[in-house]
């Protein structure tokens, strides 16, 4: 009786039942890995929101403040492990049926659970870029040339989204912000920032797998970024089945003929795990 069906036992029928599935993920997804969400269950901003890129480019005291911020929240991001839910899609993925994940998180997670056919939407936030010759460096390099510029810097902070951390505003004038060691150049995480736009090809990779899928799944996202939620219009207008495991609303819920408001890494490996 399909009255009697569950949410859950729907889910798993859906996954059950398409052969290329494409994914999109979110901050609900790294949640459990010690990495906050930028937004609350209604997808409203918990905090105030993240840094513009023109700001950053052209305002000293903002680009000191990202990296005083980033510096300080840099250990709990980078410790973060991989939680279920990163297990579940390396898995689906390995079963055969998961055709290509994107993702809007910039932690890396997804690979270092096993993920290979991952898209990062809007970058990773362990590779620094110079905007001024272009020299790509690990940060993990940078955290430790930071640290040997401060070294008498000792913020008391608390994490917060993406790395970023909360740092009292005058111990943040005392910080001293990173430049490219070869011309100087200003330093930027090489993730897209507020303001800016996915790089074409980046995008264009992510239609491309969409346009070869039979599904589309969204997992940990409120959609309320754009660069995501399109993905989701493109789904729905090329007719794809849409599902959607999220605590809290999103911007496709309407769209999706699955909603399931629970935790994804249960949840989702619930699913993907009775294939297996
Ligand atoms: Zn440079």
Redesign the pocket.
């Known amino acids: 009786m399909a009255t009697l069906e569950t949410a859950e036992d729907r889910l798993r029928r859906w996954i059950a039942s398409h052969r290329r599935v494409f994914a999109l993920t979110g901050a609900g997804c790294s949640t459990a890995s010690g990495i906050p969400d930028y937004r609350d269950a209604q997808g409203e901003w918990k905090r105030k929101p993240p840094v513009m890129i023109q700001a950053f480019r052209t305002q000293d005291a903002v680009y000191r403040r990202y990296w005083a911020r980033a510096y300080a929240g840099w250990a709990r991001f980078s410790g973060g492990e991989p939680n279920e839910a990163h297990r579940a899609f390396a898995l689906w993925e390995s079963l055969g049926t998961l055709l290509q994940l994107v993702t809007q998180n910039v932690d890396r997670l997804h690979q270092r659970a096993g993920s290979r056919a991952v898209v990062d939407l809007h970058g990773r936030l362990d590779i620094v870029v110079?905007l001024?010759?272009g020299?790509r460096t690990s940060r993990a390099d940078l955290q430790t040339a930071m640290a040997a510029a401060n070294a008498s810097w000792r913020p008391e902070a608390a994490i917060a989204p993406d790395g970023d951390a909360d740092v009292d505003g005058t111990i943040i004038e005392s910080f001293v912000a990173p430049r490219?060691r070869?011309?100087g150049?200003l330093l930027k995480p090489d993730v897209v920032f507020f303001g800016e736009n996915v790089p074409r090809e980046r995008y264009a990779h992510a239609c491309e797998a969409l346009a070869g899928a039979d599904a589309m799944l969204v997992a940990g996202s409120s959609l309320m970024v754009y660069s995501g939620f399109r993905f989701v219009r493109l789904a729905h207008e090329a007719g794809l089945p849409i599902a959607i495991v999220n605590r809290g609303r999103t911007r496709g819920d309407d769209l999706a003929e699955i909603k399931i408001e629970a935790d994804v890494g249960a949840t989702l490996m619930d699913a993907v795990g009775a294939l297996a």
């Open positions: 110079c001024g010759c020299d490219c070869r011309c150049g």
